[in-house]
T-cell receptor, first 111, second 112 residues
Framework: KQEVTQIPAALSVPEGENLVLNCSFT??????LQWFRQDPGKGLTSLLL?????REQTSGRLNASLDKSSGRSTLYIAASQPGDSATYLC??????????FGKGTKLSVKP | DGGITQSPKYLFRKEGQNVTLSCEQN?????MYWYRQDPGQGLRLIYY???????QKGDIAEGYSVSREKKESFPLTVTSAQKNPTAFYLC???????????FGPGTRLLVL
C-alpha cells in the first residue's frame, strides 16, 4: 500500500530565502505526482503535476522534481514571500486511480 | 466563472441525524471525488465517481453514501452510522482520473 511522507511537518523561514520541501513515497509505480497548496480553512489549489515520465515541472518561482527510482519529489520555492505561507501537500496517483496524500508541510515565511 | 462550489460552509449534525453535503461543478468534468480531512492528517478518499450513475467506494466509505444522477452534482450524505463525522470535507473534480483534480472550498461538519 502506497505511503506518502512529507518532511518537515513545519518550516519557518525569513522572507527572500530559497527553500525545499520534501516528499517521499514507498511505491514507485505511480502515474503522476501532484503538489497542492492549502490555506487555513480552505480547499486545495493545484500547483504542479509531474507525469511519471517527467523529471521536473516549473511554474513561476516553483520547481518540482521527481525521482521515481528513489521514491522522492521535491518542491523548490525561490525567493520566498509572506504570501507563500500555507500548507503544502504532495500526492501520488497510482494504479487504482486514487490520489494518496501526505500530511503536508506547514510553511511560514516571516517578513 | 467556472469552478466547484460546496455548501454549506459549516454544517451541524445532531445525534442520529443524516446530513447531506452539496458539491456542484460547471467544469464539465467526468470524475468527481469526496475527501475527508482531519487535523494534522492527509486527505482520505471517501467515494469517487468516474461517470454519471456510477460511483466507487474509497478508503473510508463506511457511514457515508453518495449519488451521481447528474454530471454536475455529487452530493455526499453522512449517515447516523458514521460515529465520528466531525471533519473538513472536500469535494474535487477532474477531466479524468489521471488528470489534475480541482478542489472546492470545503464544508466543515460539526456534531452538536
Amino acid at each position: 500500500k502506497q505511503e506518502v511522507t512529507q518532511i518537515p511537518a513545519a518550516l519557518s523561514v525569513p522572507e527572500g530565502e530559497n527553500l525545499v520541501l520534501n516528499c517521499s513515497f514507498t511505491d514507485s509505480a505511480i502515474y503522476n505526482l501532484q503538489w497542492f497548496r492549502q490555506d487555513p480553512g480552505k480547499g486545495l489549489t493545484s500547483l504542479l503535476l509531474i507525469q511519471s515520465s517527467q523529471r521536473e515541472q516549473t511554474s513561476g518561482r516553483l520547481n518540482a522534481s521527481l525521482d521515481k527510482s528513489s521514491g522522492r519529489s521535491t518542491l523548490y520555492i525561490a525567493a520566498s514571500q509572506p504570501g507563500d505561507s500555507a500548507t503544502y501537500l504532495c500526492a501520488t496517483l497510482g494504479g487504482q486511480g486514487n490520489l494518496i496524500f501526505g500530511k503536508g508541510t506547514k510553511l511560514s515565511v516571516k517578513p | 466563472d467556472g469552478g466547484i462550489t460546496q455548501s454549506p460552509k459549516y454544517l451541524f449534525r445532531k445525534e442520529g441525524q443524516n446530513v447531506t453535503l452539496s458539491c456542484e461543478q460547471n467544469l464539465n468534468h467526468d470524475a468527481m471525488y469526496w475527501y475527508r480531512q482531519d487535523p494534522g492528517q492527509g486527505l482520505r478518499l471517501i467515494y469517487y465517481s468516474q461517470i454519471v450513475n456510477d460511483f466507487q467506494k474509497g478508503d473510508i466509505a463506511e457511514g457515508y453514501s453518495v449519488s451521481r444522477e447528474k454530471k454536475e452534482s455529487f452530493p455526499l450524505t453522512v449517515t447516523s452510522a458514521q460515529k465520528n463525522p466531525t471533519a473538513f470535507y472536500l469535494c474535487a473534480s477532474s477531466i479524468s482520473r489521471a488528470e489534475t483534480q480541482y478542489f472546492g472550498p470545503g464544508t466543515r461538519l460539526l456534531v452538536l
